[in-house]
């Protein structure tokens, strides 16, 4: 297991890599280059640049989050073969730079979404939350308006004004789409994909859709155990993998996120990890609460054990935090300040030394 850090990039993230750096046991991040659209090549000197900067300052850059998969992949429409090809020369190029592994999703038009973006909890932290309610009665162009205000500093990854403009005529797309479709339509990229990832030896690691419910009427694939089988089944190459993000499959009230590690993790499917802690507040409603198995509904140290126990070997984050200690929409993307993060990623290497001890 390789501890590391999202880092949203230069000029894209308020946190320092010399304060990741300092994290104990941190030893690397992952990033993106968040300005580049799906769809496009990533220019050669752009990946240089950014591995330049990650490794001058002390951190090692094996995972890139993420790759984005244009729509119309997704939709299976004729001008797909073209993205197809730039994502492979995207992948190509990121191999000569020693990336190893490829986090992504299939998620149709949104990527995650919340109903809180800065929820304040009793302890005066706040944090991200998701209320069904409010989510099923909002329209997908007020959501989007209510993130562009509440995070001022940046553009949430996903939810880039520029796109949501055009957001009804996405959702549009998909009318009539039907879960077979989308199936094959993943299918056709997987195989297109992975022979090149074998050779260039990246490990693609899909991610949950996040949350695993449906959304303004869209087909939401990869939100359980059975449609995680069906992905891989695909293409069944081992370089066709998974993100386990715990607290995406987790939001799914009794998911078995240990018995998944166990499963996928001995098949070899697990390439990279998200690991955090969420609170139910009833069946549907959740907030992301700090990693400690007492402040959430999730058991982190039965999803650490079972981590260990498949010899998991990749590369593992905390993922959201709260924001605490007076960090501001200035010091951190929502979800992504600092400290909490900082605190889970030690909390989870003390569960691993415990463990293996
Ligand atoms: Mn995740």
Redesign the pocket.
């Given at each position: 297991m390789k501890m590391t850090f999202r880092w949203f990039g230069e000029g894209q993230d308020p946190i320092s890599l010399k304060n990741i750096r300092q994290i104990p046991g941190v030893t690397g991040v992952v990033s993106s280059l968040l300005d580049i659209p799906a769809g496009e090549a990533w220019p050669e000197e752009r990946i240089k640049s950014m591995k330049d900067t990650i490794t001058d300052a002390g951190l090692d850059i094996h995972v890139i989050e993420s790759v984005n998969i244009h729509e119309d992949i997704k939709l299976g429409a004729p001008s797909r073969d073209e993205k197809i090809t730039n994502y492979i020369l995207t992948m190509e190029r990121l191999s000569k730079y020693g990336i190893k592994c490829i986090c992504y999703n299939m998620m149709p038009v949104i990527d995650w979404a919340r109903s809180h973006l800065y929820y304040d909890l009793p302890d005066g932290s706040n944090t991200m939350r998701y209320e069904a309610n409010f989510i099923n009665n909002i329209s997908p162009e007020a959501l989007a308006e209510r993130y562009a205000k509440e995070s001022e500093t940046y553009e949430m990854p996903g939810w880039e004004p520029e796109r949501m403009k055009k957001i009804n005529e996405a959702l549009r797309a998909y009318e009539g789409m039907t879960t077979e479709t989308f199936y094959t339509n993943m299918k056709y990229f997987l195989d297109a994909i992975i022979p090149h990832a074998e050779k260039l030896d990246i490990k693609m690691a899909v991610?949950p859709d996040?949350p695993p419910l449906p959304i303004f009427g869209l087909p939401k694939l990869i939100i359980s155990r059975e449609n995680i089988c069906r992905y891989l089944a695909l293409n069944p190459s081992q370089y066709n993998g998974l993100?386990l993000?715990t607290?995406?499959l987790g939001a799914k009230k009794g998911a078995d996120i240990p018995a998944m590690i166990r499963e996928f993790g001995a098949e070899g499917r697990i390439h990279f990890a998200?690991v955090r802690n969420l609170k139910f507040e009833n069946d549907t409603d959740f907030y992301e609460s700090a990693h400690l198995s007492s402040m959430g509904s999730l058991n982190m140290y039965d999803i650490m054990k079972a981590f260990y126990d498949v010899k998991f070997d990749g590369w593992i984050r905390p993922?959201h935090g709260r924001m605490i200690w007076d960090e501001t929409t200035q010091k951190g993307r929502p979800g992504y300040g600092l400290y909490d993060r900082a605190i889970g990623a030690n909390y989870l290497l003390g569960l691993w030394e415990a463990i293996k001890a």
């Open positions: 991610h996040d993100t993000c607290g995406s998200h993922d």
